[in-house]
T-cell receptor, first 114, second 115 residues
């Protein structure tokens, strides 16, 4: 149980492109989903917290207009990196939780901006 | 906000020996402390967690200890095996799901098991 699916697993695109990443909880309803970013050989840094039906809460230093988060249902959250630039290249991971249970992570999306 | 320090950054042990990774946290309101194992390019996987009302928890070769007074917790792996090689992250939050603040992670420990 507690499976979180993230898609796509890898994206390579040109600078200026917008990229959408999907995060789905497959066998449970996720009241809260989190988006993290991980640079090579570094830790996971929380970007934003997303609750179904409400606006996402962004961590300090994360631009909400650049990283658009939509949590339209209890099983789906999306992260859109708008006008991506090379410095946005990173490993993006979502996680989902419900009812105070531990977070379960998706497989991550490796984003490479040329 | 919460700050989690993790040591060491790299740990190399002989197969069969024990490995200990230590973390400290700053926010006394934190009550939940999970440990994740992450293999290269893969998702972090929860391997064990502990809540503040418990001082120690064990699951086969893995154990976690918590000292709430000193605000530190440790991961202990006994009888290490090659498949234990990975990056291990500690984390802290006020509630198991992370609540409104998510999990605050340590910087990670690269555990290398030497055959």
């Amino acid at each position: 149980g507690a499976v979180v699916s993230q898609h796509p697993s890898r994206v390579i695109c040109k600078s200026g492109t917008s990229v959408k990443i999907e995060c789905r909880s497959l066998d449970f309803q996720a009241t809260t989903m989190f988006w993290y970013r991980q640079f090579p050989k570094q830790s996971l840094m929380l970007m934003a917290t997303s609750n179904e039906g409400s606006k996402a809460t962004y961590e300090q230093g994360v631009e909400k207009d650049k990283f658009l988060i939509n949590h339209a249902s209890l099983t789906l959250s999306t992260l859109t990196v708008t006008s991506a630039h090379p410095e946005d290249s990173s490993f993006y991971i979502c996680s989902a939780t419900t009812g105070g249970q531990p977070q379960h992570f998706g497989d991550g999306t490796r984003l490479s901006i040329l | 906000g919460e700050n989690v320090e993790q040591h060491p950054s790299t740990l190399s042990v002989q197969e069969g020996d024990s490995a200990v990774i230590k973390c400290t946290y700053s926010d006394s309101a934190s009550n939940y402390f999970p440990w994740y194992k992450q293999e290269l390019g893969k998702r972090p996987q929860l391997i064990i967690d502990i809540r503040s009302n418990v001082g120690e928890k064990k699951d086969q070769r893995i154990a976690v200890t918590l000292n709430k007074t000193a605000k530190h917790f440790s991961l202990h792996i006994t009888e290490t095996q090659p498949e234990d090689s990975a990056v291990y992250f500690c984390a802290a939050s006020m509630v198991p799901g992370g609540g409104a603040d998510g999990l605050t992670f340590g910087k990670g420990t690269h555990l290398i098991i030497q055959p």
